[in-house]
Each structure stands twice: as structure tokens, then as C-alpha cells.
């Protein structure tokens, strides 16, 4: 019922740091799409371990960097 998401990102900020990289980049680089990549920035869409980590791949930067879980 409208439950906030647990799994936060700094998604927009890393992409804007990288030379204001665009989703339909980052998309191609992790190989999803860019409404893929819009969904977990917005926190709509919790991506699998293995997408976490590829986009973390992508920024060069450890997953805790990248995705932060708030617990209950």
C-alpha cells in the first residue's frame, strides 16, 4: 500500500558526474533499456544483482556506492 522503496540510488548523480552521461548510455553500457534505467533511478523498479552490479561496472564504483539498502 504505497510502501517506500528499500533500495535507494545515486543513480542521476553518478551519471551526472560521468560527463552528464544520458539513460540511453548507461543503458547501452549495462545492456537493458533506457526506460529500464529511468524505472530504477525513480526508484519504480529494484534492478537483479546482476544489473546492479554491471551499472556499478559502469560508474567504476563499488556497489555500495551505487545502490543503498534502508532496512525496516
Given at each position: 500500500?504505497?510502501?517506500?522503496?528499500?533500495?535507494?540510488?545515486?543513480?542521476?548523480?553518478?551519471?551526472?558526474?560521468?560527463?552528464?552521461?544520458?539513460?540511453?548510455?548507461?543503458?547501452?553500457?549495462?545492456?537493458?533499456?533506457?526506460?529500464?534505467?529511468?524505472?530504477?533511478?525513480?526508484?519504480?523498479?529494484?534492478?537483479?544483482?546482476?544489473?546492479?552490479?554491471?551499472?556499478?561496472?559502469?560508474?567504476n564504483q563499488p556497489?555500495?556506492?551505487?545502490?543503498?539498502?534502508?532496512?525496516?
Amino acid at each position: 500500500m504505497g510502501k517506500s522503496p528499500n533500495i535507494t540510488n545515486q543513480i542521476r548523480s553518478l551519471r551526472f558526474h560521468q560527463d552528464e552521461m544520458t539513460q540511453q548510455q548507461l543503458a547501452d553500457l549495462v545492456g537493458v533499456t533506457r526506460q529500464t534505467i529511468n524505472a530504477i533511478e525513480h526508484n519504480k523498479y529494484s534492478p537483479s544483482l546482476e544489473v546492479a552490479f554491471k551499472i556499478a561496472g559502469a560508474f567504476n564504483q563499488p556497489l555500495i556506492e551505487v545502490f543503498q539498502y534502508e532496512g525496516e
